[in-house]
Nanobody
């Protein structure tokens, strides 16, 4: 059974909002950081947002600052990505990931060792 399970994807219109959720209840190791990444067809995986577990420091890609918010909900054992004012170019499969090493370079996807299966977000004009 997958350690991470994303949900909340779907098809929305330009300017709409959507919240993605990552179920982290099955993680068996202590994570140092969680990240959200996305990958559009024919493009490389792209950093969206991350949070460092030790101090709650969050990092966002410049393109989503002010529109996306990453938060942890320990009561629900989820890491959520609230997305507002979505754009067509943000259509992609969104992935949740986590790591157990020193949480440096939080935007570098190659440093994350555990990934969910992804959830599709489609933004229509």
């Amino acid at each position: 059974q997958a350690e991470l399970v994303e949900s909340g994807g779907g098809e929305v219109q330009v300017g709409d909002s959507l919240t993605l959720s990552c179920d982290i209840s099955k993680i068996t190791f202590r994570p140092t950081a969680f990240g959200w990444f996305r990958q559009a067809p024919g493009k490389e995986r792209e950093f969206v947002a991350a949070v460092r577990c030790a101090d709650g420091h969050t990092l966002y890609a410049d393109s989503v600052k002010g529109r996306f918010t990453l938060s942890k909900n320990w009561a629900k054992s989820t890491v959520e990505l609230q997305m507002k004012n979505l754009r067509p170019e943000e259509t992609a499969v969104y992935y949740c990931a986590w790591r157990t090493d020193v949480a440096a370079f939080m935007a570098r996807h190659s440093l994350y060792t555990h990934w969910g299966q992804g959830t599709q977000v489609t933004v229509s004009a």
